[in-house]
């Protein structure tokens, strides 16, 4: 006979992992995405162009929207020429509710809608312009919102063509607050609140919420924003190391035919889904036992790097009062 404690030990997690198994909800599920139409917003440039480009080669009849210029052609010519593929195309901003009600009646029912147009111009507060702020949370929010409004009603209608399912580009951004980021964290942490409201409305329609939560990304937009972008804020965000757009895509595309509610994209990104994990839904009993079993811990990990943050924040402020 083993000795008991020692059997106790084992079975507690066991016990644990059982538990987990039968109460996760959502349940585990699927989303296929060969010759489902699957219409991808902001699909002109960066992580939307790759998701496009990968799942147009997987068999997905792929439809893009981007505001009204010339990349929206140059997206679909390069699709063309890497793949052969052929994708349909549609200008319109996210923020004009009409505008994306009419694409949607267009381009037909959409079996997965990917909302992941975003803007990002990071600045203190103090100096960014409420314009500038209001930019980012129509654009990133609100678009969201019209996005979502337009193609629910279509997707809702599917009858037996399996599930369906709305993915939202946040970012780590959208997990942690930091320094520059303000309105574009407010924005990105919105999308949990709607993502995780959503699920509870649409699961009995089989369509599935994923929000994906991508580290910096090699992009046309990140180019863009580090030409600007505060000393502290690069500091902080090298935490967490720069992906190509190509591998952001394939985790985000695994994410959604895994139906997962979470979908983290590197290893800092895997702590920071299980240190933020809160209330969210999580239909892999795996993943929650590790939420559960290493939360603790991993909390400590998050305060070491609040520590790390603040001491960067304190020097830099301190090397700038003496110069
Ligand atoms: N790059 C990064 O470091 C990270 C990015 N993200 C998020 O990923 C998403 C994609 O980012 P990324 O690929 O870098 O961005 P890019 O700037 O490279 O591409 C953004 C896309 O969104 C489209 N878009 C912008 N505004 C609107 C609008 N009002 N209406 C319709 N389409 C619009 C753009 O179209 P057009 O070119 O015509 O303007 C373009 O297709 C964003 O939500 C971003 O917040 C998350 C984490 C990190
Ligand atoms: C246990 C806890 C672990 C915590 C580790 C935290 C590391 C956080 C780094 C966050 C980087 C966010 C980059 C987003 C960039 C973005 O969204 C672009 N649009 C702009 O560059």
Redesign the pocket.
């Given at each position: 006979m083993a000795d008991p404690n020692f059997s106790f030990l084992l079975l507690l997690p066991l016990a644990l992992l059982l538990l987990l198994y039968f109460i996760v909800r959502p349940r585990p599920t699927t989303v296929p995405i060969k010759n489902r139409h699957i219409f991808i917003t902001g699909g002109s440039s960066g992580i939307g162009l790759a998701l496009a480009h990968l799942a147009a080669s997987e068999g997905a009849k792929v439809s893009i929207l981007a505001l009204p210029d010339d990349k929206l052609e140059e997206a679909k010519n390069y699709i063309q020429l890497s793949s052969g593929i052929d994708i349909a195309v549609f200008a319109a901003d996210v923020r004009d509710y009409d505008a994306i009600s009419k694409v949607v009646e267009v381009a037909g029912p959409i079996d997965v809608l990917i909302v992941n147009q975003g803007v990002?111009v990071?600045k203190e507060l103090e100096k960014q312009g409420l314009d500038e702020v209001r930019f980012m949370v129509d654009v990133n929010l609100m678009g969201s919102f019209n996005m979502i409004k337009a193609a629910l009603p279509g997707m809702k209608d599917r009858k037996d063509r399996g599930p369906g399912s709305i993915a939202l580009m946040s970012?780590?951004?959208g997990q942690?607050g930091?320094y520059g980021y303000t309105a574009?964290s407010a924005s990105k942490f919105g999308l949990r609140g709607l993502a995780e409201a959503l699920q509870q409305e649409v699961i009995v329609d089989d369509i599935h919420v994923s929000l994906i939560f991508p580290?910096?990304t090699d992009t046309p937009?990140?180019t863009k924003?580090t030409k600007t972008r505060p000393q502290l804020t690069s500091t902080?965000?090298e935490?967490?190391g720069i992906m190509k757009a190509e591998e952001v895509a394939k985790k985000a595309l695994d994410g959604i035919k895994s139906a997962s509610f979470i979908v983290p994209c590197n290893f800092?990104g895997l702590?920071?889904s299980i240190?933020s994990a809160g209330l969210s839904p999580n239909r892999s009993f795996n993943m929650a036992f590790m939420e559960v079993v290493s939360g603790g811990i991993?909390r400590i990990?998050?305060l070491g790097?609040q520590w790390n943050w603040y001491t960067s924040i304190l020097k830099w402020h301190g090397q700038k009062q003496r110069t």
């Open positions: 990002f990071a970012s780590q951004a942690v930091i574009y580290p910096a937009g990140l924003e902080i965000v935490t967490s800092v702590l920071l240190a991993i990990v998050a790097f």
